[in-house]
């Protein structure tokens, strides 16, 4: 009698605790399909936004790469093509995103657009620190605007299991709990994009310090290089084995910051080994556009810069003929 009286008063408990937890599962579920539209699906300004919302319309240019990439978004160098040869651009280069996350955007264009050619933005200091390749896979600033789908899961869970992705990083992707609870900003050292698209900078000495130091945040040796030297070329291999053509470019350095940056032949080096192997057209630019007035801050191009670059340089790259 005292057993059954016993379960009996814990039947109710335990059906009570079952209840809460399905309604804390129903509530949370509800929350992060509603933060997945708004925020996750909201906007097409990530990578893996924008190419969400061109899934199925191929692409005949997409670029990857870091923030020196981004002015050419910002420029409307994508409208120029469209207008001058009806070729249409994808812009996919993110806040320093080095070759590991690079590769982890175009795995996914080549599901979604079907690109013709790839043009990539090679900086060395993105070689040159975890930060800026599995780091930036595990960045919840981008997780935050990382659409929910099954394709790019299991891009990460592959990344996990092969690339040291954290995986904290797939199961905060699949909860959605970075777009359900906003994570500090990532450290951008003071940058503004767009907002800052039209300015002229003036040169300072400290402000190139303080950028070198954190786009080195693990110095600049070779070793660290290595995982993001294997990930661009594996990235050329996937993209040319998918019929993709592989450009590569350097873009412009004003000459006082081209001259503080760190030394940086041996990754150099090697990236020019493994685009010669591949056949892949390098251009480097670096030195082109010395001019201060061209940069909206020590190493961006603004919108001047932008205009000379495409008319000087780049329109050339662009409409070649493929090889």
């Known amino acids: 009698?005292?057993?059954?009286?016993?379960?009996?008063?814990?039947?109710?408990?335990?059906?009570?605790?079952?209840?809460?937890?399905?309604?804390?599962?129903?509530?949370?579920?509800?929350?992060?399909?509603?933060?997945?539209?708004?925020v996750g699906r909201g906007a097409e300004e990530s990578a893996f936004q924008k190419l969400l919302a061109a899934r199925g319309a191929q692409a005949d240019w997409i670029v990857l790469g870091a923030s020196h990439a981004l002015p050419l978004a910002y420029g409307d160098v994508p409208g120029r093509?469209?207008?001058?040869?009806?070729?249409?651009?994808?812009?996919?280069?993110?806040?320093?995103?080095?070759?590991?996350?690079?590769?982890?955007?175009?795995?996914?264009?080549?599901?979604?657009?079907?690109?013709?050619?790839?043009?990539?933005v090679l900086d060395p200091f993105a070689f040159q620190a975890r930060e800026w390749n599995a780091g930036r896979v595990e960045d919840r600033t981008?997780?935050?605007?990382?659409?929910?789908?099954?394709?790019?899961?299991?891009?990460?869970?592959?990344?996990?299991?092969?690339?040291?992705?954290d995986p904290r990083a797939l199961a905060d992707y699949l909860a959605g709990f970075s777009k359900l609870n906003p994570p500090r900003r990532f450290a951008t050292d003071g940058w503004q994009g767009a907002a800052a698209f039209d300015r002229v900078a003036r040169p300072s000495r400290h402000a190139v310090q303080s950028r070198i130091?954190?786009?080195?945040?693990?110095?600049?040796?070779?070793?660290?290089?290595?995982?993001?030297?294997?990930?661009?070329?594996?990235?050329?291999?996937?993209a040319q084995a998918a019929g993709v053509e592989v450009v590569a470019v350097r873009l412009p350095l004003p000459e006082h910051f081209r001259d503080a940056?760190?030394?940086?032949?041996?990754?150099?080096?090697?990236?020019?080994?493994?685009?010669?192997?591949?056949?892949?057209?390098?251009?480097?630019?670096?030195?082109?556009?010395?001019?201060?007035?061209?940069?909206?801050?020590?190493?961006?191009?603004?919108?001047?810069?932008?205009?000379?670059?495409?008319?000087?340089?780049?329109?050339?790259i662009l409409t070649a003929a493929p090889q």
């Open 261 to 316: 940056l760190p030394a940086s032949t041996t990754v150099l080096d090697a990236a020019r080994r493994i685009m010669a192997a591949r056949e892949v057209p390098f251009h480097d630019l670096s030195a082109e556009l010395d001019d201060p007035a061209l940069y909206f801050d020590t190493d961006h191009l603004n919108r001047t810069g932008v205009e000379r670059l495409y008319v000087e340089h780049l329109r050339a």
């Open 213 to 238: 130091d954190y786009l080195y945040p693990e110095g600049s040796g070779p070793a660290q290089a290595d995982p993001a030297l294997e990930a661009f070329a594996a990235l050329i291999d996937e």
């Open 1 to 38: 009698m005292t057993t059954q009286s016993t379960e009996a008063r814990a039947g109710p408990g335990w059906r009570q605790a079952a209840l809460f937890a399905g309604l804390f599962l129903a509530l949370y579920a509800a929350l992060a399909a509603l933060a997945e539209v708004r």
């Open 142 to 165: 981008l997780l935050r605007t990382t659409p929910l789908r099954i394709s790019t899961a299991r891009l990460m869970a592959g990344m996990v299991a092969r690339e040291g992705v």
């Open 81 to 120: 093509l469209a207008e001058q040869t009806g070729a249409r651009m994808l812009v996919l280069a993110e806040l320093g995103a080095g070759p590991v996350y690079a590769r982890f955007v175009a795995r996914q264009a080549l599901r979604d657009v079907r690109p013709a050619r790839l043009l990539y």
